[in-house]
């Protein structure tokens, strides 16, 4: 057995005193042995101490805890509980983890950071809300949801209690538990009462909060919060009790102190025009709130403040002018400080100026009289029993009265605003049950205490002695739980300073006794309480002072003066002063001074009660008794009345902590923070825990900690409590150390400690011996691969050596070889220079003799070209001129032959086959001189290019001739050589001429041959040199594209993420805007249900069969807005749908007034056509002054006839729309009454008709005007019988002209109609006239079309270029991507061509739909319009016979039909319409998914699609209406019922997307009609475009899946925390530490799940989904969510969680993952994404494991770690726990690096991941195999009714 001074051993660590630190950290460095007087210590900073030890005292230092449980999230796990290892662990968790909270056993200790901190979002409150509270890190959260658990499982009353220094966030602490009330416990209704209550807050911190020089907010009043709760503990309403409000700070503020917010937020908003009836200025002017000397908080607006203050009045449902009312009696206050108080010459008496402005304006604020308060402010009166005196007053006594009535205004509405708040919050619903949540003001203590502090004292006094014995019953209940024997704890009881308070003679009851003296003082009050009280052992007189007492309370002494106690307790107020008040004009100003407060206090006459205060005087004595009851004695009432709350409430402690007096963030003052720890009652919890058994550990827990300690023989044993029960016994030897409960070991304070050194030794001499092992190891590993390396070198230095000589010999030998090549090489080159040279010679010589004959022939051969060109030139020159004679008189021959052909013309030309003749043939004539001009213009071209190159080729041939001449001249005088080689020339003739022929030959071949391979060799040059150029050209381009390509793939992938997070983000958006949808629908149907059962009207209670199929999808409309149809088709609909329905689609209505405004649209296009062919005609009729005027007045005057016509029904229908929007407004005034509905909507129709009508008419009218104007020519002159006989000959090429080339002509054949008189002077008998006329027109004609051809030509032209440029830059860009082809390896050349034809065939097939689209729009257009003609010949065919006749044809349809299915099942059920209800309950309602589950799956939804088939063949559009909304609401109606069940949830999901996909395969649509086979082709749908209702189906779905996956995470929420990080899956991984008083009670009391658990029930859900035949990429979207939820909620219990941080845990995870990613695979999951949204709790894994030391750790760690935040990962290595002390903590200096590091960060800074966050779904059209005609309806449906088609 170890004693207790062995544990101060070498290398212990201790605490010794420090004057500064309070502690201060130290070792041992030489063993203490018992009765040493001196201990040996080295401090942190090297340097030793000499501890003295008192023999007598024995006082040994405090000894540290091992580093392993410092930073714990609860104080009570410390193996050593004192003060030193309290304060160093709150230290180092605030400053080097920044957590705030800390648990001390029931207490949660809260530091203010004095900085914003990112732990109070929604997401954290959803993290924590069903949480035990030793699950996660200590939070007020978690206070919150346990004292809500607890009221919920125990139904008992809770209660916080914050309280703390001023400035130590007590206000802030409060606020954030009742705002996680709000939130988890909103209210069930709207009347947003958790927004009042929240709303409460910024009302009370600006009339009761104000600086002071420890904090810019400090709530100067105590209140306490009841939020009130129903029996399904929703919030029902709030109620607020405050305590001593400081009066006194109205009046007086300490220097750089402030009053009440409120009185700055006014006088900042004074500028405001609602608040110049204030007449406020800045706060430095008033007295009331100058005299702290600084009027503004730095970072605070305050007018921005009183915004939100009137906000919350608002939300409060205080009026307008009930806050203006409040603002002027605030702003009265400030006036009445500043009224001038003047004292007069005898000093006892003092008066107001008259004109004093700030009394005007107090009494006009306040509605008073201005003289009465002028005088009662100057004076008092006394009242005796016999007179009533009126006396004067001094200036002081009367600014004393004036100061006393400022804070009894401001008290009393205080008061007035705190009972306002109290009934907003209050309800006549039946309380259940409360939560009570206490903000009181901590202990204080200052150099001046007061009566303020006394009581703020007195109060702490009375809490803290339930604190103890709340805490000290908790421990006594914890001890008989366990039925442990125990002793009775001594802890402090101050019960006796107490009774020195609050008892009989105590101190209230004396000072409330000498108040009633009546000259009593506060001296005369202190010398009674020495007299008194001397002897108690709680109270003391001062040395120096007989006005002060010292009160000696739990946490310190306080000194307080007794000066202003008095005062302050009688609270005085003159009675003349108030009842000036309660005269007031203001309602509000008279009711806080009399509002009830007299009623209750029975009055000595019997009636007096009962007299209104404001009409009649009150009793002089009433007032008397109500001021019996002093300040003391109120607060004591209170303060009882709020122990017996919290007496009968379940109490939650929470101590908020003031670091340091400065308000610096994360600075700790460790002597101001144990001032605060001892005064709040924590040190307390300590000490009564340290003197019980204050480490207590679970059996499980023990053994998996120590079982290191027991021998393997103990182990074997299956019992653990008897194994650990044989251990302890064995190292511990006192049993009074440790006691065995039924699930706890406790154990006394140091001895888990002493455990703790045990295993660090076993641990210690395992890894001696472990080191020893590995070190041998490693020396052995060592020598072996120095041997092999020394042999290695042995090797390869022969080896070099043999090298060396073998290369010396081979050198030798290569070297008598290259002399004898050499020397052989010399000679031979020698011999050949020599042949070359002989050759030389001889080609040189025989080369210049033939150069001399060439030269000879060629001089004969120029002669005789001279002499014959000449000779030619002159017979050209003779045959010329005799042509030329010719000609001349063949052109006179032929002018007389013309002369007689003209005469004979003239004669013929008056025939009118002549005129038809003469028109062809000039219309040919001029086609030919057009043609021959063009062939003479090309031959031209041809001859002048024939004759430059003549001419060039005659200069060249003159400069030859020229040269040759000037070479004769010089070689004249050789005339005796040429003759020499004449004579050898005839010699050698016979020679040459023989070979002659043959050489020749040869050198043409040579030279042909040698000019070729030059050009060839120049050619391959110089490609050789393109290509290499191209060569260098595209290696840098691939070296550029290499170094690009990264960016460019980055940038790309960047742009699709981006497209895709935006396409995910709007998909999001809509579904969950379906979401909200069905959420909203969900609350309307509850709240039809409420006011159902409201009304109490027994029996069965139907919807409206008109309203039915509204229901369902009411937010969509039944006629398709997206693409407006014809007029007739729309006025089809709303006859069929019926008027109230349509009444109620205003979708309807908006489409018939789109199709009004498109006819009005078609009207002025038509008149603006009419109006462009007016002015045309116009500008042709101009242009000819001699044209006929009568006509063209009277085309005009029918023109504008018409526009007037055309204007006059346009104003028609603008006034006809004005009706209709007049009619519907009126409807939706007075929709009662069904008559105006129809008489609306019969207006609307044939309003709608009308319109139709009128654009037919005006279309007819446009194409009339069009035939008028070309035909008019002939409509004029019909008697001209040559004329009109003329007219086809051009008339009938009208077909190919445009409009404005008829006209033209049109305007021109009425020219020559008007003129036709005129042309007769040319000749008698007016022949020449016509003609001329004729060619005339013929060639306007002609112009015309030329240039229409011309037009066209030049269009044609324009549109070649630019189809030339686009194919110019296609080429170029083929050609760029060839050569960037070539230059790449084979391998990418492939990849390359591929990704080029996916570009293509995209694009391609974005045209393609494109397409596809605009076919469809003309489809569904004609289809609508087939729809309406087929509907008219149903009409028809209806009306003509008669019922009989109907009766029989039915009877024959049916006969007919049955014959078909006879011959051919075509895949279609019928039914009758009265069998639908049947139907649909049958397949939707009743549906079990058993009943199905060995058919084919979605069954149900195949059975509807072949209804609905049949529906459309029949063509019968009420019936598809009907069965689809049937359908749709008795879905909805199942998944509503059986809202939790996840079997029926997938079989609805699986056959709503079948019904969906069937309705897109069979709709008709080719796009979906690509995997059909023929016969399913042939059974699509006939009729019926259902595009709408396949958008109801899609919502449908997405409500459907959204409602699956929070069924799904509602089972698995409760298993991921237990099966991912509590499960141990690896055994004996996972280590364990010691816990404290907030053990997990998840592992001991909850439901634990294991991995293996989680995976089944994956599993089970798959195999449903499967089942149900769910198509796999919705399956994949499932799990794709679930795993996100998966990921979400551990990680967020891993960032809340400090026990889970550790090395263990990661390698867990990484566990886990690994096993679910092997389930994905088994399941063929791994594509659906699941896995990559785990990535963030696989890095945070990661993370746990990884080394955290270096620099070069925290880049790793920074590269790594990318799917978590900057703030997840700061958080977890924060939190980052080493489990044993062989691992070492994370350092700050690591973490500021890291934090260093990821500065830049631009991702999202939130701390927890959104467990709520939804992917957005997608259904992908999966088209069926299954062919309708084989489905089979299985028997046990009772389906019978319906009949196979």
């Known amino acids: ?34 009765g040493d007087p001196v201990m040996y210590l080295k ?100 206070v919150a949801e346990e004292a809500y658990k607890q009221m919920a499982r125990d139904e008992k009353n809770q209660s916080i209690i914050v309280s703390g220094e001023s400035g130590a966030g007590k206000t802030v602490s409060a606020k954030y538990a009742m705002r996680y009330f709000a939130t988890v416990g909103g209210s069930a209704s709207d009347t947003n009462v958790e927004e009042k209550v929240l709303a409460s807050s910024p009302i009370m911190e600006a009339i009761g909060n104000a600086k002071t020089t420890r904090n810019d907010n400090s709530s100067r009043f105590g209140k306490y919060i009841q939020i009130g709760f129903d029996r399904r503990y929703h919030i029902i309403g709030a109620n607020m009790r405050t305590y001593l409000l400081e009066k006194s700070r109205v009046v007086f503020q300490a220097e750089d102190e402030r009053n009440y917010h409120i009185f700055y937020q006014l006088c900042a908003s004074a500028s405001l025009p609602e608040f110049k009836d204030l007449e406020l200025t800045s706060a430095e002017d008033f007295f009331y709130t100058s005299q702290g000397e600084n009027i503004f908080i730095e970072g605070v607006n305050d007018a921005e403040d009183l915004e939100k203050t009137r906000h919350a009045f608002m939300l409060l449902g205080v009026k307008e002018n009930h806050q203006m009312s409040i603002f002027k009696i605030i702003a009265s206050i400030l006036h009445l400080g500043n009224v001038d108080i003047r004292s007069e010459r005898d000093g006892d008496s003092c008066n107001i100026p008259k004109n004093d402005e700030h009394l005007n304006h107090f009494c006009d604020l306040l509605g008073v009289e201005h003289d009465q308060m002028e005088h009662w402010l100057c004076h ?51 309380q259940h049950s409360f939560i009570g949540v206490l903000d009181i003001y901590g202990f204080e203590t200052f150099e001046f205490n007061s009566f303020e502090q006394f009581c703020i004292n007195y109060a702490n006094e009375k809490l803290q002695q339930q604190f103890n014995s709340h805490v000290f019953k908790l421990e006594q209940d914890e001890y008989m739980k366990e039925q442990i024997p125990w002793t009775l704890i001594d802890f402090y009881d101050n019960q006796p300073c107490i009774d020195l308070i609050e008892a009989k003679l105590g101190i209230l009851d004396l000072l409330d006794e000498e108040c009633k003296v009546p000259k009593g003082t506060d001296q005369n009050w202190a010398q009674k309480l020495y007299d008194r009280h001397s002897s108690s052992e709680h109270f003391q007189k001062p040395r120096m002072s007989n006005t002060s007492f010292i009160v000696v309370h739990f946490a310190d002494k306080v000194e307080y003066q007794s000066d202003g106690f008095l005062e302050k307790n009688r609270d005085t107020v003159y009675e003349e002063q108030i009842n000036i008040l309660k005269a007031s004009k203001f309602q509000l100003v008279a009711d806080l001074f009399h509002d009830g407060k007299e009623v209750p206090v029975p009055a000595p006459v019997g009636k007096g009660s009962r007299i209104n205060v404001r009409a009649a005087k009150p009793a002089p004595k009433t007032p008397n008794r109500e001021h019996r009851k002093t300040v003391g004695h109120q607060f004591r009432n209170s303060l009882q009345l709020l122990t017996e709350t919290l007496n009968a409430t379940t109490p939650h402690y929470v101590r908020c902590i003031k670091p340091n007096d400065e308000k610096l963030a994360f600075s700790f003052d460790s002597s101001r923070a144990v001032q605060q720890l001892r005064a709040c009652g924590v040190l307390e919890t300590i000490r009564i825990s340290a003197a019980g058994y204050p480490s207590r550990w679970t059996y499980p827990d023990f053994f998996n900690r120590y079982r290191v300690l027991m021998k393997k023989k103990d182990i074997s044993n299956s019992d653990k409590k008897l194994i650990c029960r044989n251990l302890l016994e064995t190292l511990i030897k006192d049993p009074d150390k440790f006691q065995f409960g039924k699930n706890k070991i406790f154990f006394r304070a140091g001895q888990v400690a002493y455990l703790e050194k045990l295993r660090a030794d076993k641990f210690r001499s395992a890894c001696i011996k472990i080191q020893k092992s590995v070190r041998g190891w490693l020396q052995r590993v060592k020598y072996r691969k120095i041997r092999k390396s020394a042999i290695t070198l042995q090797r390869y230095g022969r080896g070099y050596l043999a090298r060396r000589l073998a290369e010396d010999l081979r050198r030798t030998r290569a070297a008598v070889i290259f002399q004898k090549q050499y020397r052989m090489l010399r000679e031979r080159r020698a011999y050949l220079n020599v042949r070359h040279a002989v050759t030389t010679i001889q080609a040189f010589s025989r080369g210049m003799f033939t150069r001399r004959i060439y030269k000879e022939f060629l001089l004969h051969h120029k002669a005789t070209i001279i002499q014959k060109s000449v000779r030619g030139w002159m017979e050209r020159r003779k045959f010329r001129r005799a042509r030329n004679a010719a000609v001349i008189i063949q052109c006179g021959f032929r002018r007389l032959q013309a002369k007689k052909e003209l005469k004979q013309l003239k004669i013929e030309a008056r025939s009118a086959e002549h005129f038809k003749k003469l028109n062809i043939g000039m219309e040919n004539k001029i086609v030919q001189l057009q043609r021959k001009v063009d062939d003479q213009n090309k031959e031209y071209k041809a001859q002048n290019e024939l004759l430059t190159i003549a001419n060039n080729n005659y200069a060249t041939e003159v400069q030859k001739l020229q040269k040759e001449v000037q070479y004769f001249r010089d070689h004249k005088d050789d005339g005796n050589q040429l003759g020499t080689l004449q004579e050898e020339l005839e010699r050698l003739r016979a020679e040459l001429e023989s070979a002659h022929s043959q050489r020749k030959q040869l050198e043409e071949e040579y030279s042909t041959e040698k000019a070729s391979l030059r050009k060839r060799v120049e050619d391959l040059e110089k490609e050789n040199s393109l290509l290499k150029d191209e060569k260098e050209e595209m290696n840098q381009r691939i070296q550029n594209q290499s170094k690009n390509k990264e960016d460019q793939v980055s940038r790309v992938s960047v742009k699709e993420g981006q497209v895709q997070a935006e396409l995910n983000e709007e998909r999001l958006r809509y579904q969950n805007l379906v979401k909200e949808y069905s959420r909203l629908e969900q609350r309307y149907e509850n709240l039809q249900e409420e006011i159902s059962l409201a009304k109490f009207q027994p029996g069965h209670r139907r919807n409206p069969s008109n309203q039915s199929s509204l229901e369902s999808d009411s937010n969509y409309p039944s006629i398709s807005t997206s693409e407006v149809g014809d007029t007739e088709d729309t006025i089809q609909q709303v006859e069929e749908m019926g008027l109230e329905k349509a009444a109620m689609d205003i979708s309807l209505f908006m489409k018939l007034q789109k199709r009004v405004r498109e006819l009005e649209q078609e009207r002025r296009r038509l008149q603006t056509d009419l109006e462009k062919m007016e002015e045309l005609v116009n500008r042709k009729g101009n242009e000819n002054k001699n044209s006929a005027d009568q006509d063209s007045n009277g085309d005009s005057a029918y023109n504008s006839l018409k526009r007037q016509e055309l204007e006059s029904e346009n104003k028609k229908l603008k006034n006809d729309l004005n009706e209709l929007r007049k009619a519907i407004a009126e409807r939706a005034t007075n929709n009662n009454s069904s008559n105006e509905l129809q008489e609306s909507y019969n207006l609307l129709l044939n309003q709608l008709k009308g319109a139709n009508e009128e654009l037919e008419v005006r279309k007819e009218e446009v ?133 080029q034809e996916i570009t293509r065939l995209t694009n391609e097939n974005l045209d393609l739909k494109e397409l596809v689209e605009k076919l469809e729009k003309n489809e569904r257009k004609l289809k609508k319009q087939l729809k309406i003609y087929m509907k008219k010949v149903q009409e028809l065919e209806v009306s003509q016979p008669s019922e009989k006749s109907q009766k029989r044809r039915h009877e024959l349809t049916r006969q007919v039909t049955v014959q078909r299915k006879e011959k051919d099942f075509e895949g279609m059920l019928e039914y009758c319409k009265e069998d639908e209800s049947l139907l649909v309950k049958s397949l939707v309602s009743d549906m079990k998914p058993q009943t199905v589950s060995a058919t084919v799956p979605c069954l149900p939804a195949y059975i509807l699609f072949m209804c609905i088939r049949h529906a459309d063949y029949i063509n019968d559009d009420q019936k598809v209406h009907s069965l689809l909304t049937s359908t749709i609401n008795a879905i909805k109606k199942v998944l509503k019922k059986q809202n939790d069940d996840f079997e029926t949830t997938s079989f609805w999901l699986a056959n709503t997307s079948r019904l969906l996909h069937c309705l897109k395969q069979y709709s008709g649509d080719e796009a979906f009609m690509t995997q059909n086979s023929a016969k399913q082709n042939e059974h699509c749908l006939k009729n019926f475009d259902l595009a709408e209702y ?159 030391k270096t620099n070069e750790d925290a880049k790793a760690i920074c590269t790594m770690c990318t799917a978590l935040s900057t703030q997840q990962i700061v958080k977890i290595l924060n939190l980052y726990t080493p489990l044993n002390e062989f691992e070492e903590r994370v350092t700050v200096s690591f973490i500021r690096s890291i934090q260093g590091l990821l500065q830049d960060n631009t991702d999202s800074q939130q701390l927890l991941v959104d467990a709520k966050h939804t992917f957005p779904v997608l259904f992908p059209y999966t088209p069926s195999n299954l062919s309708l005609e084989t489905l089979h309806i299985p028997a046990s449906l009772s389906l019978d009714f319906l009949t196979r088609v």
């Open 1263 to 1395: 194409l009339i005007l069009r035939a008028q104007i070309v035909s008019s020519a002939q409509q004029k002159e019909p008697a001209k019988q040559i004329e009109t006989n003329t007219m086809p000959e051009w008339t009938n090429s009208k077909n190919e002209m445009s409009r404005d080339d008829a006209i033209k002509a049109y305007h021109g054949m009425c020219e020559s109609k008007n003129k036709a008189q005129d042309w007769g002077y040319l000749n008698e008998d007016g022949e020449l006239g016509l003609a001329y006329q004729g060619l005339k027109q013929v060639a306007r004609l002609l112009e015309a079309q030329l240039q229409t051809q011309s037009r066209q030509h030049e269009d044609e032209l324009e549109a070649l270029r630019t189809q030339n440029e686009v194919l110019k830059e296609d080429i170029e860009r083929k050609q760029e991507m060839l050569n960037q082809t070539l230059s790449l390896s084979p391998e990418a050349q492939v990849e390359f061509s591929i990704q």
């Open 380 to 430: 008092r009166k006394l009242v005796t029993t016999a007179e009533t005196y009126v006396k004067t007053m001094s200036k002081q006594q009367a600014i004393n009265a004036r100061n006393a009535l400022a804070k009894h205004i401001y008290a009393e509405l205080f008061n007035w605003i705190v009972d306002h708040i109290n009934k907003a919050l209050y309800t006549t619903t039946k």
């Open 43 to 142: 401090l942190e900073d090297e340097t030793t101490l000499d501890y003295p030890i008192n023999p007598k005292h024995n006082q040994l230092p405090f000894l540290r805890n091992p580093d392993i449980l410092v930073g714990e999230n609860d104080l009570t796990a410390l193996s050593y509980l004192h003060e030193p290892a309290v304060l160093h662990n709150l230290k180092v968790r605030f400053l080097e983890s920044n957590h705030i909270y800390t648990y001390c056993g029931i207490v949660l200790v809260a530091i203010n950071p004095y900085q914003q901190v990112p732990i109070y979002g929604e997401d954290v409150i959803y993290a924590y809300s069903g949480q035990n509270m030793g699950d996660m890190d200590p939070h007020i959260f978690a």
């Open 1 to 34: 057995m170890m004693t207790e001074y062995e544990l101060y051993a070498k290398y212990t660590r201790v605490w010794i005193p420090d004057p500064d630190d309070v502690w201060k950290a130290a070792e041992i460095v030489k063993d203490y042995k018992e």
């Open 1590 to 1748: 396949r958008q109801v189906l899609s919502d449908l779905s997405i409500q459907i899946y959204q409602q699956l996956i929070k069924v799904a995470e509602g089972i698995m929420h409760p298993m991921i925390v237990s099966a991912m990080l509590e499960s141990e899956s690896i055994p004996s991984l996972a280590g364990v530490k010691p816990m404290g008083y907030r053990n997990r009670s998840s592992s001991m009391d909850g439901d634990t799940y294991s991995l293996d658990a989680l995976i089944i029930q994956l599993g089970n859900f798959h195999s449903t989904m499967c089942e149900h035949g769910l198509d796999p990429e919705i399956i994949q979207q499932v799990f794709k969510q679930l795993f996100y939820m998966i990921n979400a909620v551990t990680l967020n219990n891993l960032l809340l969680r400090k026990d889970v941080c550790s090395w263990s845990t990661g390698m867990q995870l990484r566990f886990n993952i690994s096993q679910m990613e092997e389930w994905l695979r088994s399941k063929n999951l791994q594509q659906s994404g699941a896995i990559s949204t785990m990535e963030p709790l696989i890095q945070a894994a990661q993370l746990l494991q990884v080394k955290k």
